[in-house]
Nanobody
Framework: VQLQASGGGLVQAGESLRLSCAASGLTLRYYGMAWFRQANGKEREFVAAINWDGSSIYYSDSVKGRFTISRDNAENTIYLQMNSLKPEDTAVYYC????????????????????WGQGTEVTVSS
C-alpha cells in the first residue's frame, strides 16, 4: 500500500492550495480517509476526515469553513482544498487510510489509521 501526497508549497497568508493523495495497492472506495498535519515541534493533529463514499465528513475546529476534504474514488484519490491559509497552517500534511474498511467513527484516533502518506510540506508566510 502506498499513499502519495502532493500539492504542498509556499504561499502567502490568504492564498489557497490543493493537496492530493493518490493511493496504490489500496482501493480507497472501501476506506475512510483523513488528513493530519504536524508542525515543527508539535504533535500530529487531525485536520479532516471523509468516509468511504463522501457522505460523512469531519473537520477540526481550526480549519472548519476554510478547508474542504473530498474524494474521487474513480481516481483512487482524496483531496484537501485549503483556502484563506494562515501562518498557523504551516505544517507537513499527511494523508491516511483507516485500517478497517467501512469504518468511520466519530472519534478520530491516530491508532485507527493503518496506512500513511509520506507528507507534503505547506508553508504560509505572513
Amino acid at each position: 500500500v502506498q499513499l502519495q501526497a502532493s500539492g504542498g508549497g509556499l504561499v502567502q497568508a490568504g492564498e489557497s492550495l490543493r493537496l492530493s493523495c493518490a493511493a496504490s495497492g489500496l482501493t480507497l472506495r472501501y476506506y475512510g480517509m483523513a488528513w493530519f498535519r504536524q508542525a515543527n515541534g508539535k504533535e500530529r493533529e487531525f485536520v479532516a476526515a471523509i468516509n468511504w463514499d463522501g457522505s460523512s465528513i469531519y473537520y477540526s475546529d481550526s480549519v472548519k469553513g476554510r478547508f474542504t476534504i473530498s474524494r474521487d474514488n474513480a481516481e483512487n484519490t482524496i483531496y484537501l482544498q485549503m483556502n484563506s491559509l494562515k501562518p498557523e497552517d504551516t505544517a507537513v500534511y499527511y494523508c491516511a487510510a483507516y485500517r478497517r474498511n467501512y469504518y468511520f467513527p466519530s472519534s478520530i484516533q491516530i491508532a485507527d489509521f493503518g496506512s500513511w502518506g509520506q507528507g507534503t510540506e505547506v508553508t504560509v508566510s505572513s
